[in-house]
């Protein structure tokens, strides 16, 4: 083989490196954009919700009160038979069969969605008012075009006389949708329309707090003292041998060190915020500890010898002139560990957090969902008005997590110092 063919073989095998390398990153890029499209053509629909317009006479007579009324007042009323008479002058039906159709068009929720609406507005006190009802998921899945209207009656849960009132109320204008609040709002429920992440959002961000208050002081502390202090023999290596491992460990372990550990021997509150973030936490630590010792590292000995060389003591010179030299590095590894840290799901279902909870809550011993683990429970479920809130779930996350990683990347590139 001649030199110029050696040369022409060399620079065809950079040419096909090159085009595996170019393939390879349109390939990536193609899945993900095909991911991002699954999800939000089925999650975009959660963020709206179908309602249909009642009529309302809030009659001191029909609500029992007296002139006046206090909230207490207000709180205490029964408005179901308010409610009913109300729904089912919506369409004109006959008979308890066709009665029990048309309010099935409705949410469970209908009484209170009343009875919160005259709460907040007791202006309304003797008035008439149009109300916008939460429909049924059925009706809300139909509304959206989810629902397969063209099979047998047999084979769907919307019978034909519930479809024959659907059309006349959209010909009435009577249907119309609107943003879901119930999505932010609320907690789970085993009805899909009235499903929310609001508990999981508050219970992922007590998470996340205590996962920060508890893991980014200890990895700091320990970072400085492995990197600065700590003297270089073999106890020093095994430490440092292992806090990589730790970052390598699956994290379902770190859940069953909590099950073990935190519920079994500390007896501390299960499907709790704050299980949930020591035991992350303590799987964030050693994702911590890497990237500031790497930071520390980074800074150059002369700033070192610079600050001793002035009088400073040791801790003077790592404390003021080290450290914050290596705070950027250390602040993106963090968001970093923390991003993740929020996408864990297999160490909060050890720890309990996969319980049905319905209210939201208002400190971290309250039992919660977090939104990882809000996707697996609605993933299981069956009902169509699940599967646009787990997507809608998924695209909240998503959001989260490209944020916390803008931000990681954004603190970087600002503020590291290049020597």
């Known amino acids: 083989m001649t030199k110029e063919e050696r040369i022409k073989k060399r620079y065809n095998a950079e040419k096909r490196f090159k085009l595996y390398g170019i393939t390879s990153v349109v390939l990536a890029i193609l899945f ?61 039906v006959n008979g ?25 507005n007791p202006e309304f006190i003797n008035k008439k008012t149009i109300l916008k009802l939460t429909a049924s998921d059925d009706i809300d899945q139909l509304h959206k075009g ?5 099979l047998p009656e047999d084979r769907r849960r919307i019978n034909d006389f519930q479809l024959m009132m659907y059309d006349k109320l959209v010909e009435q204008n009577k249907i119309d ?6 999505l932010f709002q609320k907690g789970d429920s085993r009805n899909p329309e009235l499903a929310g992440i609001g508990g999981a959002l508050v219970g992922s961000f007590f998470t996340i707090i205590i996962t920060l208050l508890l893991s980014f002081p200890i990895a700091i502390f320990a970072s400085i003292y492995l990197e600065e202090f700590a003297p270089k023999n073999r106890v020093t290596d095994f430490i440092e041998i292992n806090i990589n491992n730790l970052a390598a460990v699956p994290s379902i372990v770190f859940g069953l060190l909590g099950l073990g550990i935190l519920l079994s021997t500390f007896d501390l ?44 003591s040791k801790v003077q010179s790592v404390m003021h002139h080290v450290v914050p030299l290596a705070i950027p590095g250390t602040l993106s590894g963090t968001i970093i560990g923390l991003a993740q840290a929020l996408g864990e799901t297999a160490p909060l279902i050890l720890i309990g957090m996969v319980a049905f909870v319905v209210d939201i809550p208002s400190i971290p011993t309250d039992p919660s969902a977090s939104l990882p683990v809000q996707v697996y429970l609605w993933s299981e479920q069956a009902e169509r008005g699940f599967v646009e ?16 990683n803008f931000i990681a990347v954004y603190l970087r590139q600002k503020f590291e110092r290049k020597w």
Request: neutral net charge.
């Open 269 to 312: 509150p299960r499907s709790t915020p704050l299980v949930a973030g020591i035991t992350l936490a303590l799987m964030t630590l050693p994702r911590i500890i890497i990237p500031c010792r790497a930071s520390l590292k980074a800074v150059p000995p002369s700033i070192r010898e610079g600050a001793l060389a002035v009088g400073a």
């Open 32 to 92: 993900v954009v095909f991911l991002i499209h699954v999800i939000f053509s089925k999650g975009s629909s959660a963020f709206q919700k179908t309602t249909i317009n009642v009529e309302l006479n809030f009659t001191l007579d029909s609500l029992y009160l007296d002139p006046n009324p206090s909230k207490d007042d207000l709180e205490n009323v029964e408005y179901y038979d308010l409610a009913i008479e109300s729904l089912l002058k919506v369409y004109q």
């Open 146 to 150: 989810n629902y397969p209207r063209h």
């Open 96 to 120: 308890l069969k066709e009665e029990k159709a048309l309010i099935n068009l409705f949410s469970p929720d209908y009484e209170y969605e009343v009875r919160d609406f005259l709460i907040k």
């Open 389 to 404: 809130k787990t997507s809608a779930t998924i695209m909240i996350l998503l959001s989260f997590l490209i944020t916390l």
């Open 177 to 182: 949708k609107i943003f879901n609040n119930y």
